[in-house]
């Protein structure tokens, strides 16, 4: 069973930048396509970012898309969303999320219901 957890939130004030990591035991990230997701009070949980677990594609929500970077460590098991020129309406919780091994996958997972496995999730509030 994979456990996921989620750090690097706090709050900042608009235009100043954040780094989430997120950290994974019991498995690792090699091989796994990871994402970020976020969810604002009385809102659904949206996609972020997205990075395959072959070649290091990414992709980004397009509110995100230019600001926001993620990345993996397999030396660390680790996953991280750089964050960049933060807006107000980049305040909610950020969640890590990873699924099942998929070694040549290329793929962007941008759907929560496409992971099987989720962090707590870290607060990240952006002062205008």
């Known amino acids: 069973q994979v456990q996921l957890v989620e750090s690097g939130g706090g709050l900042v004030q608009a235009g100043d930048s954040l780094r989430l990591s997120c950290a994974a035991s019991?498995?690792?990230?090699?091989?796994?396509?990871a994402g970020w997701f976020r969810q604002a009070p009385g809102k659904e949980r949206e996609f972020v970012a997205a990075i395959s677990s072959h070649s290091g594609r990414t992709c980004y929500a397009d509110s995100v898309k230019g600001r926001f970077a993620i990345s993996g460590d397999n030396a660390k098991n680790t996953v991280s969303l750089q964050m960049n020129a933060l807006k107000p309406e980049d305040t909610a919780v950020y969640y890590c999320?990873?699924?099942?091994?998929?070694?040549?996958?290329?793929?962007?997972?941008?759907?929560?219901?496409?992971?099987?496995?989720w962090g707590q999730g870290t607060q990240v509030t952006v002062s205008s």
């Open positions: 999320a990873t699924r099942r091994i998929s070694p040549w996958d290329v793929s962007c997972y941008t759907s929560k219901d496409d992971y099987n496995y």
């Open positions: 019991g498995g690792t990230f090699n091989s796994r396509p």
